[in-house]
């Protein structure tokens, strides 16, 4: 008797390997290494696409990247170390720029800035590729932000809310709990999926935050992309690219993306670095031209499209925990809002560090009831001005009686403080938060608030206005 035997062969991984293959290859040859700049005699190639270069001295292969043409001279960068070049060795092109393998298979996976593990599990099966660098979405077909997404944080979501596809930045100097922070939301939001981008970060920070700060049960449903402050410093550009096109896939797939970047002030410095090599004028502070055209362009990229969203957080090291260095200018005037954490707060054991009054959220109050927003002013005020009145209070120099606003400010400062204070471990719902916000403002929010799907009318500046016209014209009729 015959037996018939029938076997499901899953041969995508090698169609794809065939489309990409480029059948026909250049050659060019190198004819110079200066620093972190390799010069070759050819190929054909343009700006931004991949090639090899072959060391016969190790008998091993090196990519690298196109940075600059010049005639037939060619200027690349390596993702490694240039040990082991010598004139001659062969650069051969690719025939397209970085792509990166994308799809479920990526989720709980540590991975380079070239898309390659990095954390020793084996390979990633890609369900397709995406470009690293890719053009932000068409402004006319973005959908509106008109839902809040819950980070976990009370001081984020009750007086800084954060609209699903906003673009935050987080601005601190030097060890004041911008890793800590983002660590905080990677954790306890209620965002489909995490991507992480770890630019430029020391190696024992990278292990510290995947295995002690966002844990086991945070990694299953997060994907960080680590280019380490010792490697190249087109590993470190690059590894923002790559990230950001890992969080538009999911996007495209209808997700709720939370994507976190830390940090920018590296990505620029790593841009810098190429810049200058590549014989760039130093421009602001010795930042180049190209890093000022190039951060909004990836900044932009994230947000809304059409299918899903990308809620993003970038945090930017403040130089000496000055706002106004060119970076971090650069980075608030392109972004929807901005927490700052400040090094006095930290050093109070105040944490997370946040200044509320130096912080703004622009689509907070798109995405809050009426109630939630009297909540918050309300608190606003009361912080203001016990800050105004503070060395007056302090010293008892202020007699209690003299004002009845700075009476309220000094009787609720110790539940504010409480209230924005949070442990690193500890996890607060938004319904938890908007309770305790309630309480501590003396101001109901109706239920309906609660939760993303609160039933919020997101209204134009025309229908309030329009409404605002009307209401004036009854109240017209009624005195009449």
Known sequence: MKSTYTADFDFSKYLNEVKRAETIHYIGHVSAVNGLEIESTGPRSVIGEMCTIKIPSTKSELMAEVVGLSGTTVKLTAFGDTKGIEIGCEVVGSGSVLQVGVGEGLLGRVIDATGHPYDG?????????????????????????????????????SLLTIAKGQRMGIFAGSGVGKSTLISMIARNTNADINVIALIGERGREVMDFIKRDLG?????????????????SICRLRAAYVATAIAEYFRDQGKDVMFMFDSVTRFAQA???????????????GYPPSVFDMLPKLLERTGTNDKGTITAFYTVLVDGDNMNEPITDKVRGTLDGHIVLNRALAQSNHFPA?????SISRLGRRVTGLQTRKACGAIRELISTYASNEILITTGNYQKGNSATIDKAIEKHEAIEAFLKQEETERCS???????????????????EYGEDAGLVIKTTAQIADEQVKAGAADINEEI
């Open 121 to 157: 599990l084996g390979e990633i099966r890609a369900e397709t590729f995406y470009p690293a660098i890719a053009e932000p979405p068409n402004p006319m077909t973005r959908k509106p932000t008109d839902r809040r997404i819950t980070t976990g944080v009370r001081a984020i979501d």
């Open 271 to 285: 841009q810098r670095e190429i810049g200058l090599a590549n014989g760039e004028p130093p421009a602001q502070q």
């Open 354 to 358: 946040i200044d509320v009054l130096q």
């Open 430 to 448: 938004m319904d938890d938060t908007l309770d305790k916000l309630s309480v501590l403002a003396e101001v109901e929010i109706p239920i309906d």
């Open 216 to 232: 086991e049960e945070g990694l299953k449903r997060s994907v960080v992309v680590v280019a380490t402050g010792d490697q190249p």
